[in-house]
Structures are given as C-alpha cells and as structure tokens.
C-alpha cells in the first residue's frame, strides 16, 4: 500500500508532540513529588589540627582554613571547593538549601517569624558556611562567611558579595574591623586585606610585608595608634599603623619572648585599662604590657579541671587522633589521658572589661574569668549552655553575650539567660555578634544569620 510522504510527515509530528507533553507532565509530577534537600550537619567541633594536616573542623578558629573554600599558602594540602553564592529571594543575603541536622523548620530565606510577642525575628541562609565575623555600621552590616564578604544594605535588602573574583586572596573570613577608614577583612590563607570603598580598590599585605602568616584571626589598633595582628605563627605588632612601612613590622613568637607568648596559635586580641595588650592563644593567655611578657594557663587555674566537664563534654573525638601537634599537647598538659575535645590551655574567644579584668572562652573548658590575680571558671554547672565558648561580646547594659556550642547565653554577673533555635536563632553554634542602630541583635551561625529584634538590650 502507498502512503504519501506528507501524511508520514503529520503522524511524526504527532507521535513527537505526544512523547514531548508526556514527558513534561512526569517531569512536572516528578518536581511535586521530589523531597526537599536533605539537610547536613557541621562537622563536630573540635581543637584546629596542625597546619601540615590541612583538617580543619567545625567551631574551631581554624574551621575553614581547609574545608570551606579559603585559598591556602604554597604547598598546603588541597580541600574540597566552596560552593557559589547564589541569591535568596529579593535581594537578600546568599542563599543555601542545607541546614544543620535537626534544625527547627525555619521560614523561607529573608521571611519574619515571631516566637513570642516580644520576639521576632528573620533569617538568612548562607549555604554551608560558617558566620565568624560581622561588623555592624549606619544602615549596613558586613558579614564575613568562609565564601567571602557580604555587604548587606539594611535599608533596601540589597547586598553585594565580595570574594577572591573581586580582589580578595581568600574567600575565608575570620575578621572584620575598620583600619583607618578601610575595611580590614582577616582571612584564612590570604593575609590581611584592606578595602577602600571610595575607589573600590584593596590592598594586601602579607608574609612578605611582615606578616607571622597568611591566617589572620584578629586585627586590633590600640589607643596609640599601634596594630597588633592576630596569625596562626605569631602576633604582629607594626609600630604607629605603618603597615606600609616594613621596618615598622614586629613578630612576637614563642622562640623570641622566651616563651612569654606561651603558643605562636594567636586567635584573639585586646586592649587592657592601662593600654596593655591581652592575646588570645592555643596555649594559654598571655599579656604585653611596658615591653614585658606574661602568661597564664591551666596550671594557674585558666579553664574549669577536666574532672568537672568530664561528663558535659559533646565532641568525643580526640584531637590528639588527628595531628601530632595535638597529641604533643596533651602530653605537655599532663592529659594523656582525656580522649575527648578538651583542651582549657585553648582560648577561642577573648574579652577584657573596663575594670580590667579577663575573661576567656575555652575549649572545654568552659567561661574563664581573671581579676588580675586568680581564675574562676564557669561551666555547664553554673548555667552556661556548653562549655567550647566560641563568642564573648560586651552588652549595652554591662552584660556578657557568650556564643557557645549550643546556643547564645546573657551573663549579668549573676546567671545565664539562655537562647537557641527556639528563641528565633538560625542554629545553636554561635561564632558572632553584632548589634544595628535599631537595637536589633544579627547572630552568626553556621549555615546563616539571625536578626533578632526585641530579644534583650543591646551591645
């Protein structure tokens, strides 16, 4: 039988235009039916390994020098990429689809909840990334992420991200601050970076200029104008903030202070009442005052004795399992036995009062207080939600924010009010604080950022 072409020709485009809307609508049926995705939980914290072992994990100051996309110094061990900033909703911080494991449902990106009258808040996810810095201006707050910068206008919802394809030499973020007028940006493998926001222009600098190490963890200018620079081999002090100037570039190092800088781990800074310069160590607390060297550690009473935190402790893998550097450690602090993340040598977390005194967030060890004199130390026991303290920030009204393993606590002397995902915080690791001119609190997580207004007063 003859069959002309042209009715061959109706029945192919028939039989094609049949398959392309059957394949449509299972398309269409499969997407209703998908399940959301599935949510993955930060690594369990624990003290930062050896720089040789390039595995840093979650909570600690060293979280994402290797994991969460920072570029790392010549020859260090090659992590797994970042994942790419991508935009929620209008204009709000980056998006991410995963939350922690047994997160609270939370609503979409950049939507308002209430959990109570009083109590609203709003959310911004950021991916699989930690939050350990913000900095708080008029209508604008700075959010660094271990994927880069965030300029987030407050006013009109608008951001910008700011990473290694716009001049940054690290996508990993530590520290934000402001040095003469320039965002001072502290970064996991890419030294300290100034941004002039007139000219949009950064500056760099790093071990060739002076710097201990490409890994920045604070940065401070004290009353005299000094810069003082926080890094995972030293603390840098460079003379009247001529950061351009090389002769005016210090290291202070375990070696050359004959160990009055107690570990060349430096992760925090502060000015004390009488200009004296505190530092944050993995080795103790050390102090800087008319060119003299002083430390304190475990032995003088920093950090609650393992005996009292024994049974509090959450994270029990043991560090000393995963570098050699750890495992030395131990064995210098008399803890060759303790097989969990404890280490009360390891300060995370550093704030000094106006009367002078010290306090001092361990790693297990729980909120450590120094009069000048003689430690206490605070624990589980006494009301803190968790004793790895990885945020301390001063109050409005003369209380303490303390950012713990799980959740964020309000010292006023006496007790702890305690928050977590139930109070409207996007996650119960707390790594930063800041306050805006509204009076409302921005807690950073891992996984994003909690607005919170009407939760206490503010810093």
Excluded: C
């Excluded at 003088?300 to 935190?309: D, F, I, M």
């Amino acid at each position: 039988m003859r069959i002309e072409a042209r009715w061959l020709v109706l029945v192919g485009v028939g039989v094609f235009i049949l398959i392309a809307v059957s394949y449509a609508l299972g398309l269409k049926r499969g997407e209703e039916r998908s399940p959301p995705p599935v949510a993955t939980a930060p690594a369990a914290p624990a003290p930062a390994p050896a720089k040789a072992a390039g595995a840093a994990v979650a909570g600690s100051p060293a979280q994402d020098a290797g994991e969460r996309g920072a570029t790392l110094p010549p020859g260090h061990p090659v992590s797994r990429p970042s994942a790419t900033a991508d935009a929620a909703g209008s204009g709000r911080l980056p998006a991410g689809s995963a939350l922690p494991a047994g997160h609270a449902p939370i609503p979409p990106a950049g939507a308002a909840g209430t959990v109570r009258n009083d109590i609203t808040f709003t959310h911004f996810r950021v991916g699989n990334r930690n939050i350990k810095t913000m900095l708080a201006e008029e209508g604008v707050m700075w959010v660094g992420t271990s994927g880069g910068v965030i300029r987030y206008d407050t006013e009109s919802d608008d951001y910008r991200v700011f990473d290694v394809r716009s001049g940054l030499l690290s996508n990993g973020v530590f520290h934000l601050s402001r040095l003469g007028g320039r965002l001072a940006v502290g970064t996991y493998g890419g030294g300290l970076s100034l941004f002039d926001e007139q000219s949009e222009r950064w500056s760099h600098y790093n071990i060739q200029h002076g710097l201990g190490d490409a890994f920045v963890y604070d940065v401070l200018q004290l009353s005299n104008g000094d810069i003082w620079i926080a890094t995972w081999s030293g603390a840098n002090r460079v003379r009247a903030g001529a950061l351009d100037e090389r002769d005016e570039w210090e290291l202070f190092t375990v070696e050359n202070t004959a160990g009055g800088l107690p570990n060349d781990w430096v992760y925090g800074l502060a000015e004390g009442s009488n200009g004296e310069v505190w530092l944050a160590t993995e080795g103790g607390l050390a102090r800087f005052m008319e060119g003299k060297w002083r430390s304190w550690g475990h032995a003088e009473g920093l950090g609650a004795p393992y005996e009292s935190v024994r049974d509090q402790i959450e994270f029990t893998r043991d560090p000393a399992n995963m570098s050699s550097h750890h495992a030395r450690q131990k064995v210098e602090q008399g803890l060759g036995k303790v097989d969990v993340a404890y280490n009360p040598n390891y300060i995370v977390s550093l704030l000094v009062n106006d009367d002078g005194s010290v306090w001092a967030g361990t790693w297990g060890g729980g909120l450590a207080h120094f009069d000048g004199e003689r430690w206490s130390n605070l624990t589980m026991a006494d009301g803190l939600p968790a004793n790895h303290v990885f945020m301390l920030k001063r109050a409005g009204d003369g209380a303490i924010w303390v950012g713990t393993s799980k959740g964020l606590a309000r010292y006023d002397g006496k007790e702890f009010k305690v928050f977590t995902t139930r109070d409207g915080l996007f996650a119960d690791n707390v790594f930063s604080l800041a306050s805006d001119r509204k009076g409302s609190l921005w807690v950073g997580s891992y996984g994003g950022v909690a607005r919170i207004k009407g939760l206490a007063a503010p810093m």
